[in-house]
């Protein structure tokens, strides 16, 4: 037996560059070798490979066979050998994967942020123990900074936020005097300083709006109608204000450890 290869190569090139290259490799095996160039031999089998390549780095590669005596190492009549990718062309592709993961994980963050179930559910939760600004507060916000157009609605809407606000107040006082500090002290000395809080409104109310209350012939009229908006705001903030001071106090007191839940105690 003879077996007599032969190889083919047919290029593309650009600028003198390479782009395209198809590599035909022959194997023919013949029942002897050729006595001259002339003689006619019968091909007892054949396999043919081509591989086509990209700028250098292999793409494709398929073969064909013919092998009616299984002349040849067993194989199948046609196979298509996948993609082979050399180290750089697998870097590439890996690169490439990370920057389309990024892009996808940067526009489903933005997409997340603006999506309602986490802003109402995960957001909110975590900015209302930073700030204390309740979940439940959002459609009085919406009302009046966003549906309000006259001053008796932004007064209305105003007055009833704080409102909203102010029963939140008190539902967190009564859970904070209701807690065991172990020391019926330490719960005294906690209940007085939160007895205070109508002394100390009053007196920041004095500050803020030092005319409310003059009996000239201006008193409440000092400060016009946007008043109506701006008192019950002034006083949802100083009730804000009042339950961060409690607690920043529950969180640094002697005490802080019999404290059981102390998220639960701040929430709606």
């Not at 095996?29 to 490979?49: M, S, W």
């Not at 092998?67 to 199948?76: G, S």
Request: hydrophobic content about 35%.
């Amino acid at each position: 037996m003879y077996e007599h290869k032969t190889s083919q190569i047919d290029d593309l090139k650009i600028l003198g560059i390479k782009c395209h290259e198809r590599i035909r490799d022959n194997i023919e095996i013949y029942d002897h070798e050729f006595k001259d160039d002339n003689e006619e031999q019968e091909v007892l089998a054949g396999r043919t490979i081509c591989t086509h390549k990209i700028f250098g780095f292999p793409i494709l590669k398929w073969q064909s066979c013919y092998d009616p005596e299984h002349l040849l190492p067993t194989e199948p009549e046609h196979k298509i050998i996948l993609p082979v990718l050399n180290k750089l062309a697998k870097i590439s592709l890996i690169t490439a994967g990370c920057i389309l993961a990024g892009i996808c994980i940067f526009v489903a963050g933005i997409s997340t942020a603006h999506n309602d179930w986490f802003n109402n559910t995960v957001y909110i939760k975590s900015y209302q123990m930073q700030n204390l600004n309740i979940k439940s507060l959002k459609p009085y916000d919406k009302a009046l900074f966003k549906d309000a157009y006259s001053q008796v609605e932004m007064d209305e809407a105003s007055a009833k936020r704080y409102e909203h606000y102010h029963e939140y107040y008190k539902k967190v006082v009564d859970k904070i005097k209701s807690l065991d500090f172990n020391d019926e002290k330490v719960h005294n000395v906690i209940v007085s300083y939160i007895d205070g809080y109508d002394k100390r409104k009053e007196e920041m109310i004095n500050v803020l709006f030092p005319h409310l209350y003059d009996k000239d012939e201006y008193g409440a009229n000092y400060y016009g109608t946007i008043i109506g908006s701006i008192y019950p705001k002034a006083m949802m903030e100083f009730d804000r204000q009042e339950l961060l001071t409690y607690r920043m106090i529950l969180e640094n007191m002697y005490a802080a450890p019999y404290i059981e839940d102390f998220e639960g105690i701040f929430e709606e």
